[in-house]
């Protein structure tokens, strides 16, 4: 399987709610990053966590990295139907390249 | 310009023909990424230039496909005697600098579809 996998692949919830997503990588990493994609746009950066931080919130958004699990969480409080997108984590290795995940797709029923 | 600007934004072409998409990237950013992305999948990593040079090209999936970046800033892929299964948007991203550390800029893409 991949490195970077989101789960769950779908979410859907009523607006207020919050959404959980998780994602899970196999090899270690300096990095981890959550980004956003509307319908038939490009990504949109979120936010990045660093290996040596454990938590981390940027608005109504709150990631969490847990290095001897391999998985990172990214929370959205109080969902808008807004929010309604395609969230994917991103792993960098060290490597040259980005490893990004295949995705969860939330949502928010207004 | 404000972001990363892609052209066209919607191709439809004939299998056999050769594309080219176009990428701006953000002035003054030196890394540069392509991606393809099938429908309703994540990305799958093509190429990325740090500059003008292309460090790894491991990632384009065969020798149909080329890119290059001439004077630090547009980048343009080349896809010859297209098939169908090249049929994918086509992502474009920048970042200031090279690095997992770096937050990258993505454009709209490019809706290429082969017949």
């Known amino acids: 399987s991949q490195q970077g996998e989101e789960d769950p692949q779908a979410l859907s919830i009523q607006e207020g709610e919050n959404a959980t997503m998780n994602c899970s990588y196999k090899?270690?990493?300096?990095?981890l990053q959550w980004y956003r994609q509307n319908s038939g746009r490009g990504l949109v950066h979120l936010i990045l966590?660093?290996?040596?931080?454990r938590e981390k919130h940027s608005g109504r958004l709150r990631v969490t990295l847990d290095t001897s699990k391999k998985s990172s969480s990214l929370l959205i409080t109080a969902s808008r139907a807004a929010d309604t997108a395609s969230y994917f984590c991103?792993?960098?290795?060290?490597?040259?390249?980005?490893?990004f995940g295949a995705g969860t797709r939330l949502f928010v029923k207004a | 310009g404000a972001g990363v600007s892609q052209s066209p934004s919607n191709k439809v072409t004939e299998k056999g023909k050769d594309v080219e998409l176009r990428c701006d990237p953000i002035s003054g950013h030196t890394a540069l990424y392509w991606y393809r992305q099938s429908l309703g999948q994540g990305l799958e990593f093509l190429i990325y230039f740090q500059g003008n040079s292309a460090p790894d090209k491991s990632g384009l999936p065969s020798d149909r496909f080329s890119a290059e970046r001439t004077g630090g800033s547009v980048s343009t892929l080349t896809i010859q005697r297209t098939q169908q299964e090249d049929s994918a948007v086509y992502l474009c991203?920048?970042?200031?600098?090279?690095?997992?550390?770096?937050?990258?800029?993505f454009g709209d893409g490019t809706r290429l579809s082969i017949l």
């Open positions: 991203a920048s970042s200031l600098a090279y690095g997992g550390n770096q937050p990258q800029h």
């Open positions: 966590i660093r290996s040596n931080e």
């Open positions: 991103a792993t960098d290795t060290g490597g040259f390249k980005t490893i």
């Open positions: 090899t270690s990493i300096n990095n």
